[in-house]
């Protein structure tokens, strides 16, 4: 099955930009799909295919994906962006997620 | 905007079966593919599996053996079957909508999570 590999941690500076990587074999051929979970909460839908935004969420957040990472970049980061990140995509057979990155807002 | 609630046992003994129930509110049931995911306790995402209103279902290979999902329309309702658990499968539970088509599908509303214990 495909395999995606993301950092465990990422730190950003208040007000900052970050970048949270996604890799895998060829990624950029297939859609990639990201999540914020906030602590003791369910997952979010932040980015769907590579990089449209769900109604809500704000244009700090934004995708790409090309070769063999997706990454996702959080603009002007807040408090409360602080949070576990997870990228999504279907490989070959079943849905597959990264192991999460938490990003911690300095 | 759809709501999706998780119910069922939050302790189950080992090698007894693990089930688990989704109710959808404020949508429709008999559109989209209706998912399963969990994450044990300090640890990652897990895909489990999903079915669509037509009752195909697509399964997590690593699980397939110990899972059966099944939905009722009717009562809007999907739900989850996990035979044979161990303390491996002591998660939070999620169930979540999956839009898109085929392999570019993603889930864009999910439950708040119903955490399961495997215990004797």
């Known amino acids: 099955s495909h395999e995606l590999t993301q950092p465990l941690s990422v730190s950003v500076a208040l007000g900052q930009t970050a970048k949270i990587t996604c890799e895998g074999d060829s990624i950029g051929t297939r859609n990639v799909h990201w999540y914020q979970q906030r602590s003791g909460q369910a997952p979010v839908l932040i980015i769907y295919r590579d990089s449209n935004r769900p109604s809500g969420i704000p244009e700090r957040f934004s995708g790409s994906n090309s070769g063999n990472t997706a990454t996702l970049t959080i603009s002007r980061a807040q408090a409360g962006d602080e949070a576990d990140y997870y990228c999504q995509v279907w490989g070959s057979s079943t849905e597959v997620f990264g192991g999460g990155t938490k990003l911690t807002v300095l | 905007q759809v709501q999706l609630h998780e119910s069922g046992p939050g302790l189950v003994k080992p090698s007894e079966t693990l089930s688990l129930t989704c109710t959808v509110s404020g949508g429709f049931i008999s559109t989209y593919h209706w998912s399963w995911i969990r994450q044990p306790p300090g640890k990652g995402l897990e895909y489990i599996g999903d079915i669509h209103y037509n009752g195909s279902t697509n399964y997590n290979p690593s699980l397939k053996s110990r899972v059966t999902m099944s939905i009722d329309t009717s009562k809007m309702q999907f739900s989850l079957k996990v035979n044979s658990v161990t303390a491996a499968d002591t998660a939070m539970y999620y169930c979540?909508?999956?839009?898109?088509?085929?392999?570019?599908?993603?889930?864009?509303?999910w439950g708040q999570g119903t955490l399961v214990t495997v215990s004797s």
């Open positions: 979540a909508r999956q839009v898109g088509v085929w392999t570019r599908r993603w889930f864009d509303s």
